[in-house]
């Protein structure tokens, strides 16, 4: 196994003996492509939707945040194009049925391919390529052609699916409830142009090879952000936005030479340009978030389908005009995976190969952990209680760990990222240094530092 795949092994290893991500389903088998989060998983992914709606909403002037219904009405999905063109180009293997996703094994023997090709084009390319492409499973070489899988998830609601009329579908991206919104935000808020709408929401497609983890899944959370402006004048702010989400990245922690830029070459017919940031994932750079120029289609679409005018009339002139939409999209589930990656280290400390994760303290499910010396001595214990107590106030993400010797200690909050462990000793008691009375241990996580605090500064330090 090459390191980079053994990387990703481990983490996922890691996730699952310190509660962070769990199969879905696992008691009945598991049901693939989904995940549930433990303990520690939520607390890193509500820290990491946390910083992302600070940088979003809360450090711009010009953003409004929302969070809209999942159920839509069956004509958005129409009006976006998805009911028609949201689709993986599938082919399965003559000999087993085993199904595959073309662009993906094309891609996998260099062949530049997307789902965005045509059905025509990629099986040009499927047919150029047959012989290099293997079936997964038996190792055959015979599949039919290439047909679009459509990736929408249909659900049932009773009014629409009763008439025997349109399906209802769960949201295929997260981004349409913003475009709902985007009329409902001009009567409101009453922004000028350009201003922006960010939104976290959930997203579920049909993937028919959902991998690597947390990266593909079927259920997803997307953090989307659209900037609303005048039609050309798109340039710059998407140069900007490009930036400052690539260095948004670098300031959760991401080392930056794990992070570059891709631009499409394969553009949907209705985009002016767009942009990956991509992560050296365990297995490769790849795709972590889009940034797409989406011209004025969505709110075209919307306006054509609903017949509602979504046009902005500038207050000052009077002109009438569709805005342009710059968009940000990313999944949480991959944000979550690139920075476990990037904060896995195994090293030697103290004559010992530990695993830490070097999270950024904003992010680590646990800001501090308290514990007493000996969890048989009753003194100990009390005093422990009380700064576990007085620091829980202050930070709320605060873990009482009185498990094993005080060396597992420190390497079980190591695993979950700890950035500092703090021990009650005799001398906190003052029973053998009185000097020493009423101060702490407080050990860092990354470089296994000790010194010692009195309580009363605790907080100020820690923060
Ligand atoms: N609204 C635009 C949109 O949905 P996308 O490129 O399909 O564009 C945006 O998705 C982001 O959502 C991706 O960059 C990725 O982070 C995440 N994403 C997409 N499909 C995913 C999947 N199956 N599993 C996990 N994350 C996914």
């Known amino acids: 196994m090459d390191k980079k795949s053994d990387t990703m092994e481990k983490v996922v290893s890691l996730c699952k003996r310190r509660g962070f991500v769990f199969q879905g389903s696992e008691i009945y088998g598991g049901l693939a492509g989904v995940f549930d989060y433990g303990p520690n998983g939520v607390e890193l992914l509500n820290n990491l939707k946390q910083l992302w709606w600070k940088a979003n909403v809360y450090d711009k002037e010009n953003y409004y945040g929302i969070d809209s219904g999942m159920f839509k009405h069956p004509k958005v999905w129409e009006a976006s194009g998805h009911t028609s063109g949201f689709s993986d180009p599938l082919a399965d293997c003559r000999e087993c049925n085993t199904r595959i996703r073309v662009d993906k094994e094309l891609e996998a023997i260099g062949v530049t391919a997307d789902e965005k090709m045509s059905e025509e084009e990629i099986n040009k390319l499927f047919e150029e390529n047959r012989e290099k492409i293997s079936c997964p499973k038996c190792g055959q070489k015979d599949f039919t052609p290439a047909r679009a899988f459509n990736l929408l998830v249909k659900s049932n609601l009773g009014d ?3 008439e025997g009329g349109e399906p209802v579908y769960l949201p295929g991206e997260a981004c349409q409830g913003i475009y709902l919104n985007y009329k409902n935000i001009l009567n409101s808020m009453s922004p000028k142009l350009p201003f922006g709408m960010a939104q976290i929401g959930k997203a579920f497609r049909n993937e028919i090879s959902p991998r690597n983890f947390l990266f593909r899944t079927r259920e997803m959370e997307q953090a989307d952000t659209q900037f609303f402006v005048k039609p050309n004048e798109n340039k710059e702010a998407f140069e900007k936005i490009k930036q400052d989400r690539f260095d948004w990245y670098v300031s959760i922690g991401i080392k930056p030479e794990n992070l570059r830029f891709t631009q499409h070459k394969n553009l949907v017919f209705y985009a002016a340009d ?3 940031i991509e992560y050296n994932f365990p297995g490769g750079f790849d795709e972590l978030e889009g940034i797409h120029d989406r011209t004025d289609y969505d709110l075209t679409q919307h306006m054509k389908f609903s017949g509602v005018d979504l046009n902005y009339t ?10 342009w939409i710059l968009e940000t999209s990313v999944g949480l589930g991959r944000m979550f995976l690139a920075v476990l990656a990037d904060a896995y280290h195994e090293e030697e400390m103290d004559g010992n190969t530990r695993t830490v994760l070097k999270l950024h303290p904003d992010l680590a499910p646990n800001r501090v952990a308290v514990s007493p010396l000996l ?7 009390e005093k422990a ?16 760990d009185d498990n094993g010797n005080v060396g597992k200690r420190y390497r079980r909050q190591d695993e979950i990222g700890t950035p500092s462990c703090i021990v009650i000793d005799f001398e906190t008691l003052g029973q053998e240094k009185p000097e020493l009375a009423d101060t702490v241990t407080v050990r860092d996580r990354d470089t296994g530092e000790q010194e010692r605090v009195a309580i009363a500064d605790l907080i100020q330090r820690l923060k």
């Open 375 to 381: 969890k048989n001595k009753p003194e100990l214990v």
């Open 314 to 323: 500038d207050p000052e002139t009077g002109e009438k005009y569709i805005p």
């Open 160 to 162: 629409f699916t009763s």
């Open 385 to 400: 209680r009380e700064v576990f107590k007085l620091l829980k106030a202050e930070f709320g993400n605060v873990a009482w």
């Open 274 to 276: 767009a942009w990956d």
